[in-house]
């Protein structure tokens, strides 16, 4: 990137930072994971899966592009989000539909209804950004 940062960029990297804090602390403190996630670990084999996944996993997926300083990371980023936002607003849908519907799953639902159109603002704007930068490697 280059040395002055827009908006944009700045985005970028607080979104890259978050998710290293997430895994930082999922991977330190997997126990205080299941506040914020609603996952229980009643066995060691949660807390290795909690520390694996939401620790080493989000860690790497945020380091990445602040290590190698590559546009296509940072969307990778966006995508990996949006995925999660789309798949968690399936199965709010799915729920509402073959549940007994509670205001708190419609609250839940439209909430990730707003987070994936936020990642896919988000996603368009870096790929609209990305093809003007052109691909640099």
């Excluded at 700045?10 to 403190?29: P, R, V, W």
């Amino acid at each position: 990137m280059t040395a002055g940062l827009n908006f944009m960029d700045i985005l970028k990297i607080i979104a890259a930072l978050a998710t290293i804090a997430t895994g930082l602390f999922s991977l330190l403190k997997p126990h205080a994971v299941q506040g914020f996630t609603g996952l229980s670990l009643p066995a060691s084999r949660g807390v290795t899966e909690i520390r694996a996944v939401l620790g080493g996993f989000f860690i790497a997926l945020g380091a990445a592009p602040l290590i190698f300083q590559r546009h296509d990371m940072y969307f990778m980023l966006g995508i990996a989000y949006l995925a999660v936002a789309l798949v968690f607003d399936a199965l709010a849908v799915f729920a509402l539909f073959y549940q007994n519907a509670t205001l708190t799953e419609l609250l839940l639902g439209v909430a990730a209804g707003s987070a994936t159109v936020l990642g896919i603002h988000v996603a368009h704007h870096i790929k609209e950004e990305n093809e003007g930068h052109g691909h640099e490697h």
